[in-house]
């Protein structure tokens, strides 16, 4: 397994290459310090998988998809600071497949690099502590979403997502917006297909995102 570090912190690039000098099965290929060698180095190695601490200087929350756009195979591990779920959200969106924090156990490291190496998404405890407080199940967070073409959607459509996302029913959004359980029905389907979305959930993440509210006010209403 081919392994890139990418983190702008000589301190962190040190610790984190020791620790992942500690399982067999890895070759670490090289680090990079920005998003400019990130993806040189992609270029020119075919890392499996990037250890990847986005917050550091010269990266963002952007840099994994500006790499997935032209490197679909390459495989993200995020080991960052604390943050909050909104941001660990954006960033699962955004193609991260496993999070960690930096204070993590040596063993939970090696743990997330092998297991999504694998194929698999791995969580630390305190990562989905986080996600849990804000009512949000990773497993409802489709990261398959994800598009670059621009989305038209109508002021009601907005207006929709909204409600849907505080956790209205769609009899509740129907009578505060005088319209028929039937067309609320029809603008649900109509917004979960133009967002890519397969259900509600998929709805609440987008209004995260865009801002439209904040995680705290998730009231899943049980209801795809």
């Known amino acids: 397994m081919k392994v890139l570090i990418a983190d702008s912190n000589f301190i962190a690039l040190n610790g984190l290459r020791a620790i992942l000098t500690k399982a067999k099965e890895l070759i670490i290929t090289g680090e990079a310090r920005n998003e400019e060698e990130l993806l040189e180095h992609i270029k020119l190695f075919s890392p499996d998988l990037v250890v990847i601490d986005y917050t550091s200087v010269g990266f963002s929350i952007d840099s994994v998809p500006n790499v997935l756009r032209l490197y679909p195979d390459v495989k993200f591990v995020a080991v960052t600071p604390e943050q909050s779920a909104q941001t660990l959200v954006d960033a699962l969106r955004g193609g991260i497949s496993s999070y960690i924090k930096k204070d993590c156990d040596i063993s939970e490291i090696l743990d ?113």
Do not use: W
């Open 112 to 224: 997330s690099v092998v297991e999504t190496f694998k194929g698999n998404r791995f969580f630390c405890g305190q990562i989905l502590e986080t996600i849990h407080k804000a009512n949000i199940d990773v497993n409802d967070i489709d990261c398959d979403a994800l598009s670059c073409e621009p989305l038209s959607l109508s002021e009601r459509e907005m207006e929709i997502i909204t409600l849907i996302a505080e956790g209205y029913t769609n009899t509740q959004i129907a009578d505060m917006l005088f319209l028929s359980a039937h067309t609320i029905n029809t603008h649900r389907k109509n917004i979960m297909a133009k967002l890519g979305v397969k259900n509600t959930a998929g709805i609440v993440m987008y209004a995260v995102k865009t801002n439209l509210v904040t995680p705290n006010k998730f009231l899943f209403a049980g209801q795809n």
